[in-house]
Every structure is written in structure tokens, then in C-alpha cells.
């Protein structure tokens, strides 16, 4: 047997640029070499010309991403950029293969010698390598990496830049989230025998064991919580008491109901976190809702929610009936935010990553995306009818409370449980060391 796969570890490298990549490869540290997550424009050890290019498209995606919400100018200048990662349309069905500028410039920088250290460096351990990024993906394979390559794909629908150059020539392989990304890979020409619908990797915190044993618990509270007469989840009573195995479904519940809002990796919907808070100001001091507010690991978020809260009146709520999640560093406010997910009902955040999370049971209120691909995941969600884009935040204090009378919440809850992938954490590993054929197949894996 090969050494890898008896003792089960690869390097798991994911990029520090805002949450989504490394949010993604968190749930595989338990597999990860020395059970450390590798991000390949900061790790010990790295040169200066290679740190000095990640930087400069770091950069300049973080500020135009603030410079998106400047009024008028904002916008376009945000859809020029974002013109080089778009995703083109799915039908009707024909060569996506040409490659396109943003990926013709990565590969040429890594032909240059862009990341050879770092592959140099992974090249120390004969162990295989999972990314969430597709540059350090094409870094080990024009730099020689000899073992196989994963590619965990973190949205629902995908520009050129993540397939390579020569699709067909290339020893890739792809762990892809849903059927649609698995369709548009082939679409870019990669061979089918390299890519593995394995579902996006949940947080273990959030899963249990493979048979779902905290999700499952968790479940079953939050739907009675957002349906606490009981008047959707009845016609539901049969098949939902089956999965969750539940004799004494439905089962007791907590109050208030907990919404949590995440701000995304560079902060810039921070505003809208107090817009909600504001609205729903008289519901939180009455205990008739549990308002979470997750700054991530950036302090002035931190510190923008705590004298925000205060200006509005809400300063003696935190701690009560407001919590902000804030941590230094990123494992710790992943862990954080998971728990803290535990308890929320409702999520409110932009398409990112987070989309996936509906496969926990938690119906998602879709802020405004940022970004071709968050597009798509806004597609995805609606879809499949776990997501619903927010109405105007400043009546939230209406429409929020008629969806959940109404039943809109409730039944986001059973889409997503239902509807999007769970297992993915446990395929994800199967796939790595040797065992595909025992993915777990499940429903949905969205064939739109």
C-alpha cells in the first residue's frame, strides 16, 4: 500500500486572501501533513520577488472591492475588473477551452518561477496535495510536483482561470461541489476521469461523525424554532422523523430566533451588519430575536459594530441579546463562527462559500453579491430553494418576521438539508486516499 494513503495525511494548502479559501480546506486539517494548513503566498520560508506578486493582486482586489460601494463609480469600476474572471454563459453546451487573460498571466508567471520554492518545499514529503486555489495547483504541476494534485472548487459555477491550460494533457483532479461545476469542467476540456463530485467539506463541529449525528440534532431544533406551531414541518412530519430518525419529532426548541450576519473576507458590507441591528432594534431588546454579528479576524469591524451598536442604542445588548464574533487569528474564528452557527436559525450573508453552509439546515438571506462567481452561487441558492435575497435591510423588522410566519424560513431549512451536499468533507478524504468508489452519493448535486 502506498505510505500515503495508509497514514491518510496530504499537504492542504489553501491562499490568505479574505475567508473563502481557507474557510474551504478548515474542515480537512484532521488530514492535513503535521495537521497544519498551508497558505501559499505566506508560509516560513517564502521569497520576497514571490510574496511581492501575491501582494500586488491582493491588493488591488481588496480595494477595489471597498471601492465598489463608492456611489456611481464604485459599480463600474468593480465590472471592468471583474469582466476578467466572468463566467461565460452554460448554454448552449460548446468549447469553453480557449484559455483566458487571467489565466494565460498566471501561467506565465509560474513559468517565470513563481512558486517554485514553494513546490520545492511540498516536494519534501511523496504525500498528495489538496488546494482550494488554483494557482498553487498549477505552481506543483509546471514545477514538477510528482504526486497527485486535488483541486477543491469553492463556488458553484467556475471562470476558465480553474481548469489549465491543457485540460486534457493535465494530471489535475477535481473535487467539485455540485453537478453544474462538474459539467462546466468538461466544458473547459478537462477529462472526465479527473474530476470527482465529492460536495464541499462542512466543518466537523457542524457534521459529528459520518452519520451526521450533531447536524442532525441541530436540525431538528432549528426548523421546530423558525416553525414552532408546527404549521409547515407537518406535511413534512414522515420524511423528516425517517432522516433525522427521530421517534419524537418534532423536538423542543429554543427562543428567541437567532440570526447571525457575516461580513465578508475584506469587511465592506459592515454597514449593512448596524442597518439590521437598527431595524430590529425593538424585537432584540423584547428578546424576540438574537442578533449575531461576525467580524471575522478584522478589529475594525470589531470595533466599527461596538460604537455603531452604541450610537443606535443598542450598546447595553452586547453580550445579551448581540454577540459579535470577532478572533485574531483565522482558526479561531473559524471554530468560533461554526459553533456559533450551531445555534443561529437564519443566516444573512453575501453568496460566498457560505452557500454551501444550507446543507446544515440554515436558510440563508442573500445579501448582494460581489463578483461573477457569487452570482452564480445566488443562482445556485434560489434554485435549489435555500437562499432568498434580502428585501430593503431597513424594514427587516417586517418582512423579516412575515417570512418566518409564513413559513419561507422553514422551508429554506428543508431545501437545503435536503437539496445540497453534506458529505463532502467525508468524500473529499475517500477520493484522496484511494477509496471513490465509496462516496457517498447523495440527491441533489443540482443538475440545472
Not at 34 to 47: F, L, M, R, T
Not at 91 to 111: A, G, H, W
Request: hydrophobic share 40%.
Amino acid at each position: 500500500m502506498n505510505k500515503n494513503k495508509k497514514n491518510k495525511k496530504a499537504w492542504v494548502v489553501a491562499v490568505d486572501m479574505g475567508y473563502g479559501h481557507q474557510r474551504a480546506v478548515y474542515p480537512l486539517r484532521k488530514i492535513a501533513y503535521k495537521n497544519q494548513i498551508i497558505n501559499a503566498n505566506n508560509y516560513p520560508g517564502i521569497p520576497k520577488k514571490d510574496v511581492k506578486i501575491w501582494k500586488q493582486s491582493q491588493n488591488f482586489y481588496n480595494f477595489i472591492s471597498k471601492f465598489k460601494h463608492v456611489p456611481i463609480v464604485g459599480n463600474f469600476a468593480f465590472d471592468v475588473f471583474d469582466k476578467f474572471q466572468s463566467i461565460s454563459n452554460f448554454y448552449p453546451k460548446r468549447d469553453l477551452s480557449k484559455q483566458n487573460f487571467q489565466l494565460k498571466s498566471t501561467v506565465s508567471l509560474i513559468k517565470k518561477g513563481w512558486g517554485k520554492h514553494f513546490v520545492e518545499t511540498l516536494k519534501k514529503e511523496n504525500i498528495p496535495l489538496i488546494t482550494s486555489f488554483f494557482v498553487p495547483a498549477y505552481m506543483a504541476e509546471i514545477h514538477g510536483f510528482e504526486n497527485d494534485i486535488y483541486l477543491l472548487i469553492c463556488d458553484a459555477d467556475i471562470s476558465r482561470a480553474w481548469a489549465p491550460p491543457e485540460p486534457l494533457l493535465s494530471k489535475i483532479k477535481y473535487l467539485a461541489p455540485n453537478y453544474r461545476v462538474v459539467e462546466r469542467l468538461k466544458l473547459y476540456g478537462v477529462a472526465e476521469k479527473n474530476i470527482y463530485l465529492t460536495g464541499f467539506p462542512l466543518p466537523l463541529e457542524n457534521l459529528g461523525d459520518q452519520n451526521l449525528t450533531t447536524l442532525k440534532k441541530d436540525f431538528c431544533k432549528r426548523i421546530v424554532n423558525l416553525d414552532p406551531n408546527h404549521k409547515h414541518i407537518n406535511k413534512y412530519k414522515e420524511s423528516i422523523s425517517k432522516e433525522l430518525n427521530e421517534k419524537t419529532f418534532p423536538c423542543s426548541h429554543q427562543k428567541p430566533i437567532s440570526l447571525t450576519f457575516a461580513v465578508g473576507g475584506v469587511g465592506a458590507q459592515r454597514q449593512l451588519g448596524i442597518t439590521i441591528a437598527k431595524s430590529l432594534s425593538n424585537k432584540i431588546k423584547n428578546r424576540k430575536i438574537k442578533l449575531n454579528l461576525i467580524a471575522g479576524v478584522h478589529n475594525d469591524v470589531n470595533r466599527f459594530f461596538k460604537e455603531n451598536l452604541k450610537k443606535i442604542g443598542l450598546n447595553s445588548q452586547i453580550g445579551k441579546n448581540i454577540d459579535i464574533v470577532f478572533a485574531d487569528k483565522k482558526n479561531d474564528y473559524f471554530k468560533n463562527f461554526n459553533l456559533t452557527l450551531r445555534k443561529t436559525d437564519i443566516l444573512w450573508t453575501k453568496p460566498s462559500e457560505l452557500s454551501f453552509y444550507v446543507a446544515l439546515g440554515i436558510p440563508i438571506i442573500i445579501s448582494p453579491p460581489i463578483g461573477s462567481q457569487e452570482k452564480f452561487n445566488k443562482k445556485w441558492l434560489t434554485i435549489i430553494g435555500a437562499g432568498i435575497p434580502q428585501e430593503n435591510p431597513k424594514y427587516a423588522k417586517e418582512w423579516l418576521f412575515d417570512w418566518l410566519e409564513g413559513g419561507v424560513f422553514v422551508e429554506a431549512a428543508i431545501s437545503g438539508y435536503f437539496e445540497a451536499a453534506k458529505y463532502g468533507t467525508f468524500n473529499i478524504e475517500k477520493v484522496v486516499f484511494g477509496q471513490p468508489e465509496k462516496i457517498k452519493k447523495e440527491k441533489e448535486y443540482l443538475q440545472y
